[in-house]
Every structure is written in structure tokens, then in C-alpha cells.
């Protein structure tokens, strides 16, 4: 596989290309205005064109621009006909395709598959601008419209389907986006990598159709296909046997057993000589065989019938995630493969800054005037200072996009976006509404050794317990802040991205720095459930880190002289998650006082491990047999309704079926009205509904605008999606100053 090049070591593609478009043009009128007669690489989005580094396209779009190419985009196409596909005329080297942001079908369904009613990135929230599927529909207009250019798909729509995998929507396994899609190309993870040496190598002459050795592609081979005759084949099921997958011999079967005395001798081998080798060149040496090595996964027309080996196929897809060791994947389908290179290489600090410090506008489009973009407003004053996370939660695919190694930006780059924010960013008031990524607190942690770092396999570096050799010192975080809300102008820094509390506890003074300076009276934790069975399904800590947490929140908070509370986050109907776990989560949370607002259910994300333990009930965290534990899992709508209810079970509208389910469960004894029942034992008269309503405690959004804080990026909602419970701050605890 080609050595990957520093993506700031490139010369540019057209010299003379050297000033940046104000926006990347989205008409043939502004490519006029730019003197372009044609564009080298076309980009697809569903998205509205916010041209800004949370926004994939935009980074994308810079990102080539700042190679020499000329980059236009096509934003929100009509996808019924292909004459929008039409709009920037044929680019001279491809198509690059994405849904946006978010995958299509969870930017337009709820987990109850109902469809949504606002579309945070699109103009005035406006829904129904994408199609369903939004990468293989976008696709075949392409192609439509131009059947010879090449197609590469992207972003993570596309890296989260790249094989096989269970469609929540459709109640069934697919078969991996590129065969449907029909594109020349997958690019998977954070591309920049794979995609600047793409571009480079096909506007060089070379066919999309022949670059077959990047790191973090995919693409359709002939069955068997391999890159070069010293490559070597591993069934998956010879390295983590699924249970029986060999066929029992038939006793009846009247064939005679070959022995010893059947088969001519042959020749004693030659002795040969006892090489002793260093365990630095044991180690190198396995290192090349792994590199030649492809690991072929269960067929999709074996996963698509058998719980089994899907689960299985999972399990083996998160062990060959780490790009320090992994190996190439495969998987046929139908008379072809889909093959799989190693995952990407991390990008190195200058890289990042490279990306993040290219010349955005910071701004939408002017197209769409004065129209509000709900997303845009989430995070035009916040800062991306990294991107990956080593949590590795089974319900949250992050990991398997961006990974489990943290890049991280410099404090120079970052202080940078800062003072942009502060000079060219409209409506802009003092107030860095985030400083975070995917999760807060992962700045700059890393393993204390690389060669350690590139042979591990664990799926989390946090869970069961917190690896002895994760570096878990806050204090270049602590740095970070400080000189951040030094800045002049700057009058407040809020920390609003999810927190890992049970990394935040190791370093108290972070703690202290987070809760006296970057609280805006609300934090957000996810405790994600009370209950030591889902929190094991999750790959989430018990509840002993968050009561850590906790107290000093509470301790420091008391000493800032500060009324500020915690928001904490559960799910619903997770795999693993009984009815018995859910009564136990409500009784927790009526005892401490939570009343819980927004409440959605487990939503099943393609690829996700928590979804394979949905489809399969089987659990991929551990060896997949046919006797392996069952995981439950809650499918039947009633059900999933009853374990929301139980999360709101202070709302009137649900004490019929919280009754019902208290009944059916033996625990009547929780329905009556005395302060240690759960619901009461009949509907309440109108009047004490309506009083119930008031004392409702307000939604986050409330309560975020009357501590001066914004809804969270929508950089941790791609990843991590709508799937929790909000808690919210009683009147009570606010009034006693109670942290809750």
C-alpha cells in the first residue's frame, strides 16, 4: 500500500490558482465570474453550503482548492431528473458525492421511523430536500447525467455502509453502498488523506478504476482479486470462530476413512536450520505478513440470513479498526468483492491545523439570504479543537468513522478560529459557545507508547476500566482554556460538547478550571443508565464515576459562588435493557429528583456494535457462538413505548401504560399516591393535569438561553445521534441550590 505523504507536501495542480474563492461556486453565473470554464472536481452534498470547517463539503472543497483545483458544488439537487447534476457542466476529473452531514435516513426518520419535522441543514429547517439514501440516489443521477466520469462517494453516509450492514428503516440487512451506488470509489473515515492523493494521482492520467492501494478506500473487485501474487487470504472464521460454521459429519455416509496405510510415503524433509531471531524482528515481521494479509469477512448472503455470522462480521470489522494494525477487509457479493484497505492514517497535528486554518467565508451561502439554518446557528461560535474518540460506546458511531486516535489541533490554530470568530462572524457578542469535539475532554490524550498504540485490539481505552496506558493529564486542556479566554474581546468560554466524566475525575483541577470558569450554569454528562446489565452493553462506566463526578462539580460550583446544574443524558430501549432495568432507572431517578424532557428511544445506526446486538441479539463484544449469551433487546413498539414512559414517568400521559407495565411485571405496589409510589393509582382530574404541566421543568433550550448557552454542535449529533433522555434541573434543586 502506498506510504502516505504529509497532505501539505503536494505540489499544487494549477500554479497559478492561487487566490481562494470568496464561496466555492455553486452556479455556472459565479464559475463565469471566476474566469473558469469547466471545474476539476464537482461535489454533491445534501446539505445547504455553510462554507465552514464543521461542514464537510466546505472542508472538502478548501481542502482541493487549496491543492489547485478548481471545486464547485452542487447543493440540495432536485434528485427526480438529472438536469441539476447538469448545472456545473462535466468536471474534468470527477464526482464527488455525499448525503451531508448526517446520515439521510436519520437526518429525515426518528427511531419510532416517523419522519421528522425539521431538517437542521436546510434553510429555514425546511424537510424533504434530500432523497432516502440520499449517496446511491445522488449517484445515479451522476451517472445519468455523465455516464463516463468517475464517482467517488464519501462522508458518512457512505464510510458507514461500506459493508453489509442492518438497515433499521427497512428491518433488514443490506449490501454494502457501493454496488447500489455503482460508484467508481469509496472513501471512508476522515479523508483527507486518500483524498488529496486520489485527486493528485487521476488528474496525473491514472484511472479512478486502477487506484486500488490508498489507505481508507473501498471499491468492487473481481471475486478473489488481490493487490499483488504475495498477498495472502484469512478467513474470519479461522481467527475468531463463530460456533459451528464447520458441517457435522453424516454417520451414514458409506465412505471409507483415508489412513496412514493408504498414502504413498514420502520423502523426509531436509533439516532445516533454527533462526533465533529479536523480538523487534518477530515483531516486524509479523508486521509485514499483516500488511499482505486480507481478512475475508462472511459473505452478505451468509450475514444478510444468519444472526451468527452478522455478528460476527461485526465483531471481526471493530478488531481490524486500529490503523496501526488492522488489516484489509473482504466481502463478497453476489460475483464480487467488496474490498476494504486499512482504515487512514491519523493526520499529524500541523495537518489538522492545515485543514481547520484554510480561508472559510465562516458563513452560509449568500443564496439562501436571510433564511435561518438551524445548524449553522448551533455552531457558528463554537471551535473543533479534535476530532476521534477512544470511549469506543457501542450505541455511537463515532469510532467507527473517525476513530479511536485523537487528532488534535494546535493551541495556535485553535486561538486563531478564535479571533476569526470574534472578527468576522455577524451577531457575534463575546461568547465561544463551545470549545470541544466529539467529546470534550479528549484533548491531546493519548497511549504513553506508540508501539503499544499500534498493536492494540481493545475496543475502548476507557472500558471495563481506564487503560493504564492511556495518558489521561488535563493539563494541556487547562492551558488551553486559560489562554482562550485571555483573548481580547472574549468574555466567556462554554464548554458544551459531552463530557467524559470518568476521565474528568482523574484530574481534578480540570474539574475545577471546567466548572469555576466554562459552565454556563448547564453541563452535560451521559450516566447514559443506572443499571450495571445495559451500561454493560454500552461499554459505559457504573454509576460510582458519575457520583465522583458529582461531588465535585457540586464542591467546586459551591466555592465559584455559582448556581449551575448538570444535564445528563439516557437511553431508552438499548440492547441489553429489560423492562426490570427501566423500572430501576425511573425509581433512580424519582429519588433523585430528575425529571427527564426530550425523550427518544435507541435508534440503530448502521455498523454500530449496539446494532448488531439489535438484529442479532448476540453480543460481538465477546466470542459470537450459537450457545453465546442472548442479549435482550427491545423491538416491539409497546415495549419501546414503556421504556420511555418509564424515563417521563412524572408525565400524566404516560401513567396508563406505566400502570399497565407495573401490573404485568408483579410491582402494583409502585401505583398509589403516597411519595414512594411511581405513578398514581387513577388519571388525575384536569385541573391537577394542568398544574402537573406547570411544574414541568423547562427543555434545554430553555434553560440554555437563561444561562446564555447553545444547543450542542452538530458535529456530536452526526456522530452520536438523537438517542437519549435530557435531564433538566428541577424548580426545587434550582431553589436549594441543589446540583441535580
Request: glycine content about 6%; some cysteine; hydrophobic content about 35%.
Amino acid at each position: 500500500m502506498e506510504a502516505p505523504k504529509n497532505i501539505r507536501s503536494y505540489p499544487r495542480y494549477r500554479p497559478d490558482y492561487v487566490k481562494p474563492a470568496a464561496f466555492l461556486p455553486t452556479t455556472r453565473a459565479e464559475m463565469d465570474a471566476l474566469g473558469w470554464d469547466s471545474c476539476d472536481v464537482i461535489l454533491v452534498t445534501g446539505d445547504a453550503y455553510i462554507d465552514h470547517p464543521s461542514f464537510g463539503m466546505a472542508l472538502v472543497g478548501r481542502l482541493l482548492e487549496a491543492q489547485g483545483f478548481r471545486v464547485g458544488i452542487i447543493t440540495q439537487p432536485d434528485w427526480l431528473s438529472a438536469d441539476d447534476f447538469r448545472a456545473l457542466g462535466r468536471p474534468n476529473l470527477y464526482f464527488g458525492i455525499t448525503a451531508g452531514n448526517m446520515d439521510s435516513m436519520i437526518n429525515r426518520y426518528t427511531s419510532d421511523r416517523k419522519i421528522r419535522s425539521e431538517d437542521a441543514y436546510t434553510p429555514n429547517g425546511e424537510p424533504n430536500k434530500r432523497p432516502d439514501r440520499a449517496v446511491v440516489v445522488y449517484a445515479q443521477r451522476v451517472r445519468e447525467a455523465y455516464p463516463e466520469v468517475g464517482v467517488v462517494i464519501g462522508s458518512i453516509e457512505a464510510s458507514l455502509r461500506r459493508i453489509a450492514h442492518y438497515d433499521y428503516w427497512s428491518d433488514k440487512v443490506k449490501r454494502s453502498v457501493l454496488p447500489d451506488s455503482k460508484a467508481d470509489i469509496l472513501i471512508f473515515g476522515n479523508a483527507e488523506r486518500a483524498l488529496i492523493a486520489l485527486t493528485h494521482r487521476v488528474a496525473a492520467g491514472e484511472s479512478i478504476k486502477s487506484i486500488r492501494d490508498l489507505r481508507g478506500t473501498a471499491f468492487m473487485v473481481p471475486h478473489g482479486w488481490k493487490p499483488a501474487p504475495d498477498w495472502s487470504e484469512a478467513n474470519s472464521t479461522r481467527i475468531d470462530t463463530p460456533g459451528r460454521v464447520e458441517p457435522h459429519p453424516d454417520p451414514y455416509e458409506m465412505k471409507s476413512k483415508e489412513d496412514a496405510s493408504c498414502k504413498s510415503e514420502a520423502a523426509p524433509e531436509a533439516p532445516k536450520p533454527v533462526l533465533i531471531l529479536s523480538r523487534e524482528e518477530r515483531m516486524a515481521a509479523l508486521k509485514e505478513v499483516r500488511s499482505k494479509t486480507v481478512v475475508r469477512l462472511p459473505s452478505f448472503e451468509q450475514v444478510k440470513d444468519d444472526a451468527v455470522m452478522y455478528a460476527h462480521a461485526s465483531r471481526v470489522f471493530h478488531l481490524e479498526s486500529n490503523p496501526g494494525n488492522a488489516r484489509a477487509l473482504v466481502q463478497h457479493h453476489g460475483d464480487r468483492d467488496v474490498w476494504l484497505n486499512a482504515p487512514p492514517l491519523p493526520l499529524a497535528m500541523d495537518e489538522m491545523d492545515f485543514v481547520f486554518d484554510m480561508p472559510y467565508a465562516r458563513s452560509p451561502h449568500p443564496r439562501y439570504g436571510k433564511a435561518r439554518i438551524p445548524a449553522w446557528e448551533m455552531i457558528r461560535f463554537s471551535v473543533n479543537i479534535m476530532r476521534g474518540c477512544f470511549g469506543g460506546c457501542t450505541f455511537c458511531s463515532i469510532t467507527e468513522h473517525e476513530g479511536r486516535i485523537i487528532q488534535s489541533r494546535s493551541e495556535p490554530s485553535i486561538l486563531r478560529e478564535i479571533e476569526l470568530i470574534r472578527d468576522k462572524t455577524k451577531g457575534f457578542t463575546g461568547t465561544i459557545s463551545d470549545l470541544g469535539g466529539p467529546t470534550a475532554n479528549m484533548y491531546r490524550l493519548a497511549c504513553k507508547d506508540k508501539k503499544i498504540e499500534e498493536s492494540c485490539r481493545r475496543l475502548s481505552c476507557v472500558y471495563p476500566t481506564i487503560c493504564s496506558n492511556l495518558g489521561t493529564d488535563h493539563g494541556k486542556l487547562i492551558q488551553l482554556y486559560r489562554k482562550a479566554r485571555a483573548i481580547p474581546g472574549i468574555k466567556k468560554i462554554l464548554v458544551s460538547s459531552g463530557l467524559r466524566y470518568d476521565l474528568a475525575v482523574r484530574s481534578p483541577e480540570y474539574v475545577k478550571e471546567l466548572v469555576t470558569h466554562h459552565v454556563g450554569g448547564l453541563l452535560k454528562i451521559a450516566p447514559e443508565h443506572s443499571e450495571t446489565g445495559p451500561l454493560s452493553k454500552m461499554m459505559k462506566p457504573g454509576m460510582g464515576a458519575y457520583h465522583a463526578f458529582k461531588e465535585m462539580f457540586e464542591r467546586f460550583s459551591k466555592e465559584a459562588g455559582k448556581e449551575q446544574y448538570l444535564i445528563p443524558y439516557f437511553i431508552a430501549a438499548h440492547p441489553g435493557t429489560t423492562d426490570e432495568d427501566m423500572l430501576n432507572l425511573a425509581l433512580w431517578l424519582k429519588k433523585n429528583d430528575f425529571r427527564l424532557d426530550q425523550v427518544q428511544t435507541f435508534l440503530p445506526t448502521p455498523m454500530a456494535l449496539a446494532t448488531a446486538m439489535y438484529h442479532t441479539r448476540k453480543n460481538p463484544l465477546h466470542k459470537v457462538t450459537d450457545e453465546s449469551e442472548i442479549v435482550e433487546t427491545v423491538r416491539a413498539g409497546k415495549v419501546r413505548k414503556l421504556h420511555k414512559a418509564f424515563l417521563r414517568y412524572h408525565d400524566p400521559a404516560n401513567w396508563d401504560i406505566l400502570r399497565e407495565g407495573l401490573h404485568r411485571m408483579g410491582r402494583s405496589d409502585l401505583i398509589g399516591n403516597g411519595p414512594h409510589h411511581l405513578v398514581p393509582r387513577s388519571a388525575p382530574t384536569p385541573g391537577l393535569q394542568a398544574i402537573e404541566r406547570k411544574r414541568e421543568t423547562p427543555g434545554p433550550d430553555k434553560l440554555a438561553r437563561k444561562f446564555g448557552q447553545n444547543r450542542p454542535r452538530p458535529g456530536a449529533a452526526v456522530q452520536r445521534q438523537p438517542v437519549r433522555a435530557i435531564g433538566t434541573a428541577p424548580k426545587a434543586a434550582r431553589k436549594s441550590g441543589r446540583t441535580v
